[in-house]
């Protein structure tokens, strides 16, 4: 006949479950470690999608102001701006947009596009200013032009 084992004060004979404090810090010291790696480069990578979304917005919008110069016959004014993509200005009978299937966008930071037309550089110029909203800058604050 087997006598059961005696057991110690305190402890109910099940494996113990759970973590302790000092593996809970180990845990999230190691967690922190990551994050402070990858966290920089995330979020560089975050500033270069909008440049690069810029820069195809910018293309899409030039591909649509030369399909109205080849309808209209010239390019949309600085008065009638981007809308004339979208909407038909008074008194162009030629008009044959709408030139975009959506509305015209805002730049990847949220404000519009800027329109000249005649440029300095062309004729016409479009550019956004970049995160920071001014002209100039370098990174993600650099211009994004069409010429």
Do not use: C
């Not at 004979?13 to 995330?42: D, H, K, N, Q, S």
């Not at 820069?55 to 399909?67: G, I, K, M």
């Not at 005649?118 to 479009?126: E, I, K, N, R, T």
């Amino acid at each position: 006949m087997t006598t059961p084992s005696p057991r110690r004060a305190g402890t109910s004979g099940w494996p113990r479950r759970g973590f302790t404090l000092l593996e809970l810090l180990v845990v999230m010291a190691i967690i922190g470690l990551l994050a402070a790696f990858v966290a920089p480069r995330y979020f560089s990578q975050i500033g270069q999608s909008n440049s690069t979304l810029a820069r195809a917005q910018v293309a899409a919008l030039v591909s649509a102001l030369d399909q109205y110069r080849l309808q209209v016959g010239r390019y949309p004014s600085t008065q009638q701006g981007l809308q004339a993509l979208m909407v038909a200005p008074p008194g162009e009978a030629r008009w044959a947009g709408p030139y975009l299937k959506k509305d015209v966008p805002n730049d990847p930071w949220g404000r519009a596009f800027v329109y000249k037309a005649p440029g300095q550089h062309g004729d016409f110029d479009l550019s956004s200013l970049g995160r920071d909203g001014q002209a100039g800058g370098s990174g993600e604050d650099a211009d994004v032009h069409s010429w």
